[in-house]
C-alpha cells in the first residue's frame, strides 16, 4: 500500500520532485520577499527605521521638484515617489534601490506628455507593461545595445537640458521654455523678467546646498577616522550627527525657504513664486485616464518604450552599482519585473513614471540599511507629508525647488569621460559627441535613439568589414587570420581578402619570402558560427583553391563547426594550433615539389630520347646519353638528303 507522504511516480520528472522545487525556487525568483522576510530581526528593523525615513526626508523636496521638471503638479511627484517604494518591497532584488521619481524620466515625461496629466499616467503603465515582459522574457540583452560612451554623453546631455529648464524657476521668470535652444534664446531675451527676490533667494539656495554638501564630505572622512582610530567616541557622534545635516540639505533648504515665505507673506502677497495650494489627502483608484488610448495609441507605445528602456537602464545600473559595493547578488530579470509592476500598479494611482534613483540609493546605503523593508518607511513618510502637511508645501518657492533640482544633476555632468575615451578609443568619443548634441537639440527621447543607432551602425560596419590580416609563413604559404566571425554580413568581405591572398605573389612578390603561393591557411579560431552564406563561401574558397592547385588549410575550427562544414560538403584539414598548420602545409609542399621535379626530370628524359636516339644494346628508356662523331653525323645529313 502506498505510504501517505509518497510523491506519485513520474519518471519523467523524478517522481515529480523536480517540478515542484523548481516552482518552489520560480516563486522565490519572483517573490523575493519570502527570502528576507523569514530571517528578518529587531536589529535589521531599526537599522531599515532610520535609513527609510532619512530617504524619506529627501526624496519629500525632490519628489515635488521632480513632478514640476515633469510638467506637471506638484502632488503628483508625491504620489509617485511612495507607491513604487512600496511595490518594490516586495519584488525587488537590491536592499540599498529606492524607487520612485528621477531627473530623467521626469525630464523624459515633459517631453513627451507635454503636460497632458492623463498622457503621463498611460506612459506609466505601458512603460509598465515592457518592463514586465522584457524582465520575464529574460531580455536583459536589449540594455547592451547602450554603449558606456552613448550612456555618457546622455547623462551629461541630459542633466544640462533639465538644469538649463530650470532656470526660469530659480531667477523667477514664469514663461520659460524647456528646451534646450529656446533656453539659449530665452537667456538673451528674456533677461530684464527676472524677479531679484527669486533669484537672490535661488542662488543662496545653491549655496547653502553646497556648503551643505561639503560638510556631509567632510564630516563623512571625519567621522570614519574616528572610528578606525578611537572606536565610537563622542567625537565620532558628533561628525557623524553633522554628516546627517549636510544629508538633509534637500529638507532644510526647501524647509528654510517655506518658512522665510511663510513670515514674508503680507496681506495674501509674497515675495516669492510658490508652489501655491497643494489638496491633501490621497490619490484614489482611477482608470479613467486610460482612455488616451483610443485616442494616441501609436504615440503611448512609442514613446512608453522609450521610457521603458531608460528606466530600465537607469534603474539596473543604481542596482548593480550597489551590489558591487556591498557585496550581494541581485537578479537582473526580477529587477525588471519589478520596475515594471512598480509602474504597472502606480499607474492606477496617477503616477507617472518612475525608477531607481541613484542619489537617494546612495542615501539608503550610507544611512546602513538591512533590507528592502527600508521603502517602506520612505514611502510611509511620503504618505503622511500627503495627509497632514500639504498646507505647508503651498509656501515653498519655486526658486528653492530649482536649485534642489540644478544641485542634485549638476554632479551627473562629466566631460573627462570624452577626454579619457579619446586616449584610448577615439570612436567611442565620437559616440559620446554625437549622442550629447542630440540630446541637448533633438530632445532626450530623439537623443538616445540616435546614439543607439549610432552604436549599432558601428557594430554593422565592423561586421562589414572585420580587420583581416595576410601574413607570409615562408614557404610559399599564406596566413589569412580575421578578427572577428564570419557570417553574411562579413562573407563578402572575407572572400576577397582570401582570393587577394590566392595571387599573393602578383601584388607583393617584391616584398614576399615566397615566389608563389602554394598553401593557404585561414586562422578560424575566432569563429562561433558559420551560417549557411558563409559554408557557401568557403564551399567557393575550396573550389578556387583547387582550380588554382593550391593547398587549404584551417585552424581552431571547432568540433561542431567541422561537422557542419563536412555536412556541407567542405572537407578542409583542420589544425589547433598554427604552427602545426604551417608544418603540414610545408611538409606537403615539399612533398608535392619533389614529385613534381621528378615528373619534371622524367618527362626531359623521355624527349631527350625520342630526340637523339640510345646506344647500341641499351633500352629506348635507357638513361646513358647517346654520343656521335661529326663525320657521323654529316654522313646521316646525306643520306637523309639523297633519300
Not at 20 to 28: E, N, P, S, T, W
Not at 259 to 277: A, K, Q
Not at 428 to 451: K, R
Not at 604 to 617: H, I, L, S, V, W
Request: aromatic share 12%; net charge negative.
Amino acid at each position: 500500500m502506498r505510504d501517505e507522504d509518497e510523491l506519485p511516480r513520474d519518471d519523467t520528472c523524478c517522481g515529480g520532485l523536480c517540478q515542484k522545487r523548481c516552482c518552489l525556487d520560480y516563486g522565490k525568483k519572483r517573490f523575493p520577499a519570502v527570502t528576507w522576510a523569514p530571517h528578518y530581526t529587531l536589529e535589521k528593523g531599526n537599522a531599515d527605521l532610520i535609513a527609510g525615513t532619512t530617504v524619506g526626508l529627501m526624496v519629500v523636496p525632490q519628489s515635488l521638484a521632480y513632478a514640476i521638471t515633469a510638467d506637471l503638479p506638484a502632488v503628483y511627484g508625491l504620489y509617485s515617489a511612495y507607491i513604487g517604494a512600496w511595490i518594490y518591497v516586495l519584488f525587488g532584488t537590491s536592499k540599498d534601490v529606492t524607487v520612485g521619481p528621477t531627473s530623467i524620466m521626469s525630464s523624459l515625461v515633459a517631453s513627451t506628455a507635454n503636460g497632458d496629466i492623463a498622457y503621463a499616467i498611460c506612459l506609466s503603465l505601458v512603460a509598465g507593461i515592457y518592463m514586465l515582459i522584457m524582465g520575464l522574457l529574460e531580455f536583459g540583452w536589449v540594455m547592451w545595445l547602450i554603449s558606456y560612451p552613448t550612456l555618457a554623453g546622455f547623462t551629461s546631455a541630459a542633466a544640462i537640458k533639465i538644469a538649463a529648464g530650470e532656470i526660469g524657476d530659480l531667477v523667477g521668470i514664469k514663461d520659460w521654455d524647456s528646451d534646450f535652444v529656446d533656453v539659449c534664446e530665452d537667456i538673451v531675451t528674456k533677461y530684464d523678467q527676472i524677479r531679484w527676490t527669486d533669484a537672490l533667494l535661488g542662488f543662496a539656495c545653491l549655496a547653502i546646498l553646497f556648503l551643505l554638501w561639503l560638510l556631509q564630505k567632510i564630516s563623512a572622512i571625519r567621522y570614519g577616522m574616528e572610528l578606525v582610530e578611537k572606536g565610537k567616541t563622542p567625537l565620532f557622534y558628533f561628525w557623524r550627527s553633522l554628516w546627517y545635516v549636510g544629508l538633509m540639505r534637500n529638507i532644510i533648504v526647501v524647509l528654510g525657504a517655506a518658512l522665510l515665505d511663510y513670515c514674508l507673506y503680507v496681506d495674501d502677497d509674497t515675495p516669492f513664486i510658490v508652489i501655491g495650494y497643494i489638496e491633501p489627502g490621497l490619490q484614489s483608484l482611477d482608470i479613467s485616464v486610460f482612455q488616451k488610448f483610443h485616442d494616441q495609441w501609436t504615440s503611448l507605445l512609442i514613446d512608453g518604450l522609450v521610457i521603458a528602456l531608460i528606466g530600465l537602464l537607469e534603474g539596473l545600473a543604481v542596482a548593480k552599482s550597489f551590489s558591487k559595493k556591498n557585496r550581494y547578488e541581485i537578479n537582473n530579470s526580477q529587477e525588471m519585473v519589478a520596475l515594471g509592476l512598480c509602474n504597472i500598479a502606480g499607474s492606477f494611482f496617477q503616477c507617472y513614471p518612475v525608477t531607481g534613483s541613484f542619489s537617494r540609493s546612495s542615501v539608503n546605503s550610507e544611512s546602513g540599511v538591512r533590507t528592502q523593508f527600508g521603502g517602506f518607511w520612505t514611502g510611509l513618510l511620503v504618505m503622511l507629508c500627503l495627509l497632514f502637511l500639504t498646507v505647508f508645501f503651498s509656501y515653498i518657492p519655486m526658486a528653492a525647488l530649482a536649485a534642489v533640482i540644478i544641485f542634485a544633476v549638476v554632479f551627473m555632468v562629466n566631460f573627462c569621460i570624452p577626454v579619457e575615451m579619446w586616449k584610448v578609443r577615439k570612436l567611442g568619443t565620437v559616440s559620446w559627441v554625437i549622442t550629447f548634441w542630440s540630446v541637448l537639440l533633438l530632445g532626450i527621447e530623439y537623443g538616445i535613439i540616435v546614439g543607439v543607432v549610432f552604436d549599432l551602425i558601428i557594430v554593422i560596419a565592423k561586421n562589414l568589414r572585420p580587420d583581416t590580416h595576410t601574413h607570409d609563413m615562408g614557404g610559399g604559404v599564406i596566413l589569412v587570420d580575421v578578427d572577428s566571425g564570419w557570417n553574411y554580413l562579413s562573407v563578402n568581405y572575407v572572400k576577397e581578402r582570401v582570393e587577394e591572398a590566392l595571387f599573393w605573389e602578383r601584388k607583393n612578390f617584391l616584398f614576399s619570402q615566397s615566389v608563389t603561393v602554394n598553401a593557404i591557411i585561414l586562422d578560424m579560431s575566432k569563429f562561433s558560427e558559420l551560417d549557411y552564406t558563409a559554408m557557401e563561401s568557403l564551399k567557393g574558397i575550396q573550389e578556387d583553391c583547387r582550380s588554382e592547385k593550391i593547398l587549404l588549410f584551417s585552424v581552431g575550427l571547432s568540433a561542431e563547426l567541422c561537422e557542419d562544414a563536412q555536412n556541407f560538403g567542405v572537407v578542409i584539414p583542420n589544425f589547433d594550433a598554427t604552427e602545426d598548420a604551417v608544418r603540414a602545409a610545408q611538409r606537403e609542399i615539399g612533398l608535392a615539389i619533389a614529385i613534381r621535379d621528378h615528373l619534371q626530370q622524367h618527362e626531359a628524359r623521355t624527349e631527350d630520347n625520342k630526340r637523339y636516339g640510345t646506344f647500341r644494346g641499351e633500352q629506348p628508356n635507357s638513361t646513358q646519353p647517346v654520343i656521335r662523331t661529326a663525320e657521323q653525323e654529316e654522313e646521316e645529313e646525306e643520306e637523309h638528303t639523297t633519300k
